[in-house]
């Protein structure tokens, strides 16, 4: 972790031994970035490169069987995942908590331009009733075949609020 994120994390409030208890890696953000259109409140949205080809097969894919499925968030820089963290603690929620549901700035898997939020039709995004969808069994059974993952199901070993919407691509070795 370079001096640049230390002083935001100090900043911030977030413990100096995070990445320790959290688990999870310091993301880099990548430098193939590509539009992947734009999420369901209209703002632009990008993966790496070879995420997003796997996105836009998975995507046709489900389409095809009939299930719709949105992009809510993909590709967040450590400003916008600051900025995140800081709207949180300006609505009085404590660090301890909010890390619970936002990974610390440089965290993010979202950073490595690999991680979507998901939802579909006529379901509150970010909410974990996504589970209870057509969607989200179709991402279950179908997802890994495109090397997308659930980063964190229930009980996971990073700490994180089950988020039965957020999927990652797991990047293929060489």
């Known amino acids: 972790m370079d001096e640049a994120l230390r002083c935001t994390h100090r900043r ?9 208890t959290s688990g999870l ?77 936002v990974a610390a700035p440089g965290f993010s898997e979202h950073q490595s331009g690999c991680a979507l939020d998901l939802t579909t039709e006529h379901t509150e995004p970010l909410e974990e009733e996504f589970e209870e969808t057509a969607a989200f069994e179709w991402l279950t059974i179908k997802a890994s075949k495109f090397s997308f993952y659930l980063s964190y199901p229930r009980g996971n070993e990073f700490g994180v609020i089950y988020e039965p919407w957020h999927w990652c691509y797991r990047i293929k070795a060489d």
Do not use: H, K
Not at 12 to 20: A, C, K
């Open 12 to 20: 911030l409030g977030i413990p100096t031994d995070y990445q320790r």
């Open 25 to 101: 890696p310091v993301q880099v953000t990548p430098d193939d970035l590509v539009s992947i259109g734009c999420d369901v409140f209209g703002r632009p949205q990008r993966l790496r490169a070879d995420a997003a080809e796997a996105w836009s097969s998975m995507q046709s894919a489900a389409n095809e069987e009939g299930i719709e499925v949105q992009i809510v968030s993909a590709f967040r820089s450590v400003e916008y995942q600051t900025s995140l963290v800081e709207r949180l603690l300006n609505q009085g929620q404590s660090i301890e908590d909010i890390l619970t549901r």
